[in-house]
């Protein structure tokens, strides 16, 4: 956490320039008290953000049994207003605060980015959660037989080079994410694993996965085209793949992982591009496993789509879909 402190340090004195005090209490799980007089008095699970987007405050994970604090150098506009969205409550280091409890509201908007300095980043967190990490660790999440396979297969199936593969599992390591068990490399604290992975695909992955999106007329072209779709090389993920998991949901828009765009699907189902309004979206396989043969992406994976969506009924589902999915209810229990 040194190298987050000039951060926490700052959003303390902007707490105190509203006239708040904080107790910060570090740790695994860090806390903050803040103490508004009179008696008046919260404390916060603590989630502190170096770089954050919306997508990234959509996904991050809020625990249900204490409320959350975000920490930030800088919360735009666009950012506070899905924090809102989800009740979170966040300070940032220009004076930006959003804090709401019975009998306290602080709400201070528009004050502008700080000077930032430039900071160290901690080798710890670099690579495992930025875009080539992401990768290795979305399919250690996602097939609990790649965990034991030597690290060449890891970098194989992750796309990413046998170098980059060996330091992000060195540093899940060192984090406690990975240990050796009896029967080889095994996860450990897996759902906080998947948390931080969801909010690092969001930052650093999955802005570079979009290669087209399409308009099509029949809003249930997908159903029944699991021959063609298999055909094609592609996989369902997003809001279909949710609601062939959780038959609840109704999906609106369709997500489809490929290794090139599938021309005789768009054919045959009439598709048109629409890059503003399309409702089939078209993104790149990143992940590589021969015999992966399933027609949806891994659940880790739908999970982060309906989370990265920013959609407060995808993000709704995402959260049945982690209560109710063998696998993701697997990770939590790891």
Request: hydrophobic fraction near 40%; proline fraction near 6%; charge should be negative.
């Amino acid at each position: 956490m040194n190298t987050l402190l000039p951060t926490l340090t700052s959003a303390i004195e902007s707490l105190q320039r509203h006239g708040l005090h904080a107790t910060l209490n570090a740790g695994p799980a860090p806390t903050a008290t803040i103490d508004a007089g009179q008696g008046s008095h919260r404390t916060y699970s603590v989630a502190v953000r170096e770089r954050i987007t919306p997508a990234v405050a959509a996904a991050i994970d809020a625990p249900q049994d204490v409320p959350l604090l975000v920490i930030a150098p800088y919360v735009g506009d666009a950012i506070a207003e899905v924090l809102r969205s989800r009740d979170i409550d966040f300070v940032d280091a220009a004076g930006n605060a959003h804090l709401a409890w019975p009998g306290l509201l602080v709400e201070v908007r528009g004050r502008r980015r700080a000077v930032e300095t430039a900071r160290r980043r901690s080798t710890a967190a670099s690579r495992a959660f930025t875009r080539s990490g992401a990768q290795v660790v979305f399919v250690l999440l996602s097939w609990p037989r790649v965990t034991v396979r030597p690290l060449r297969e890891i970098a194989r199936a992750s796309g990413v080079s046998l170098g980059t593969a060996q330091i992000v599992v060195e540093e899940l390591t060192s984090a406690g994410y990975l240990y050796d068990g009896p029967h080889g490399r095994t996860l450990a604290r897996g759902g906080e694993l998947l948390s931080r992975w969801v909010e690092s695909y969001a930052l650093w992955l999955s802005p570079r996965l979009h290669l087209a999106a399409f308009a099509v007329d029949d809003p249930r072209w997908w159903d029944g085209a699991d021959v063609e779709l298999d055909d094609a090389g592609a996989q369902l993920g997003g809001e279909v793949a949710a609601s062939l998991l959780e038959p609840d949901c109704r999906p609106t828009t369709a997500t489809l992982y490929v290794d090139a765009i599938p021309e005789e699907v768009l054919a045959r189902h009439q598709m048109t591009r629409d890059e503003q309004h399309g409702t089939v979206l078209v993104r790149r396989r990143f992940w590589h496993l021969p015999d992966d043969a399933s027609s949806l992406v891994p659940t880790p994976l739908v999970y982060a789509d309906l989370v990265n969506s920013g959609d407060p009924q995808q993000r709704e589902q995402a959260d049945r879909l982690r209560r109710h999915s063998d696998r993701l209810t697997r990770l939590d229990r790891s």
